[in-house]
């Protein structure tokens, strides 16, 4: 029976989150027993056969789900493939046997935690726009941030598309007379969302560094270099992804 959405069975099978896999099929790249299909199309996991780019993608008997933190570095960009030719943090976990993709985004510019995963349903949960998740960036601003500036990031900006930010958490590390160095915790992940918002309030960024998601942290893990999650740091994303769903629905509730 066809009763799987073609996006969910692609990040069921490990090939990329639901919203990737939504972009994916947007493009004309997927086909159920060759033929194209379109956003909201189901499938028979068990009977159908899927392809993507003209390679069948074939679910494993037995899943099992493998979680990952790399040190992106600065100079690559957060996809699987690219058209262009660049860097891609593909290049950077290439023995990892298992296929695993990349959970959100960080820009080419930007470094930090990066997670990698291929339990679909989790990194969807860690992405929603509405699941609010925090995370951690230790960002270093040209010139030195004012009071007012602060507090402005604090409260929540307008950015350049007319949308405001959530109030993010901000703690001032370092100082001196032509930068700032601060840690700003943010509960979105809108694209390039802190540097957006250091520019509405005339800030530049120099530097910007994820270092942690949730409860888990970069630590002392070095740039390019990446290890599998531990067992309380996947049960601590999974409590933290249960938690935003529970929150979302009583809202949604509360609403009705």
């Known amino acids: 029976m066809k009763d799987t959405r073609i996006q969910k069975a692609m990040a069921d099978m490990g090939l990329c989150s639901r919203r990737q896999a939504e972009q994916i099929i947007l493009e004309g790249r997927v086909k159920v027993n060759g033929h ?6 189901k499938m028979d996991m068990r009977e159908d056969s899927l392809s993507v780019d003209g390679r069948t993608i074939r679910a494993p008997k ?58 679909g349903n989790l990194a969807n949960a860690l992405t929603h726009p509405s699941h609010q998740i925090a995370k951690m960036y230790r960002v270093t601003v040209h010139p030195k941030a004012e009071e007012e500036q602060i507090l402005a990031l604090t409260n929540g900006v ?17 100082e001196d007379d032509d930068r700032t160095v601060m840690e700003m915790s943010i509960k ?59 929150v979302k629905r009583a809202n949604n509730n509360k609403e009705d």
């Open 36 to 41: 194209p299909v379109k956003l909201g199309d």
């Open 62 to 119: 037995k899943k099992e789900f493998k979680y990952y933190m790399l040190h992106k570095p600065r100079g690559y960009i957060t996809t699987v493939r690219d058209d262009r030719g660049r860097k891609t943090v593909m290049e950077l976990i290439r023995d990892i046997p298992e296929r695993v993709y990349p959970v959100g985004r960080l820009d080419k510019d930007s470094e930090g935690l990066l997670l990698l995963t291929n339990d």
């Open 158 to 174: 307008y950015l350049d598309d007319g949308s405001k930010t959530l109030p993010a958490v901000i703690r001032v590390v370092a």
């Open 188 to 246: 979105e992940g809108k694209n390039r969302q802190i540097r957006r918002m250091c520019d509405s309030v005339g800030l530049e960024v120099a530097r910007l560094s994820r270092k942690s998601v949730g409860s888990v942290k970069l630590g002392m893990l070095a740039p390019g270099k990446y290890r599998e999650l531990k067992p309380i740091e996947v049960q601590s994303l999974k409590a933290a992804a249960q938690k935003a769903t529970r």
